[in-house]
């Protein structure tokens, strides 16, 4: 009972704050991450936040490789751009190049509804206006149903759990964070399409510091640099 009143605690703790929406991120004009694979460095995660009176776009990029014996096994790219005006979500591109498979999504707005229309790679048609990308920046991902997929556009219905706080040390630096776990709503999924990764953000800034998930070997993006 005590975790379960914790959880709504924190959770109204992040809905006070989200009326500021992305304007809480005012301040940042970059975000890098490094992505760890089984304690090996392979990549990164890099955000570029561009401001122009009330519009506000994000450029994101992600590039990794897995190597065993020297030899390339698995590369992957990908570019993406988020855009709000207003703090209001507007629009989202991105094109990956997923071990020579190439994966894409645009998403718009309805001017009728202001609902979301997706033209992705795994999905296409309409979506809640509640939904949001996940890209993880945004700490609001935390209070939504269903987060859609940066890379196809695919609609993942999802549970969120507040796990607690806890310290991170990355380098020499220790985070006060609270913790969460992102799960799909959808037991049916097969197990390469299931969300279960933990992402923890900083307590007083609800800067994302940390993601880690299990599948086909132990990931974690950690934050590299935050300006």
């Known amino acids: 009972m005590k975790k379960i ?24 004009n970059y975000l890098e991450y490094e992505l760890y694979r089984n304690d090996n460095l392979i990549g990164f995660h890099k955000y570029k936040f561009k401001k122009n009176g009330d519009t506000l776009i994000i450029d994101n990029q992600v590039s990794f490789k897995i190597k065993k014996l020297g030899i390339e096994l698995y590369k992957y790219n990908a570019e993406g751009v988020e855009k709000y005006v207003n703090s209001k979500f507007t629009g989202f591109n991105s094109k990956t190049n997923q071990n020579k498979k190439e994966k894409y999504v645009n998403i718009s707005i309805d001017p009728k509804d202001n609902n979301l229309i997706i033209d992705g790679s795994s999905y296409k048609g309409k979506a809640d206006k509640e939904m949001i990308i996940g890209t993880w920046w945004n700490h609001e991902i935390v209070k939504k149903k269903a987060q859609i997929s940066a890379v196809s556009g695919r609609i993942i219905e999802q549970k969120v759990k507040f796990i607690g706080k806890e310290d991170v040390k990355i380098g020499d630096k220790i985070y006060k964070t609270l913790r969460f776990n992102f799960s799909s709503s959808d037991p049916s999924l097969s197990k390469d399409k299931k969300l279960n990764t933990d992402i923890w953000y900083e307590e007083d800034t609800y800067l994302w510091v940390k993601a880690a998930f299990d599948k086909t070997g132990y990931w974690e993006y950690r934050l590299k640099k935050a300006e």
């Open 5 to 28: 009143l914790l959880s709504i605690g924190i959770i109204l703790i992040f809905s006070s704050s989200i009326n500021a929406h992305v304007d809480h991120y005012s301040k940042y």
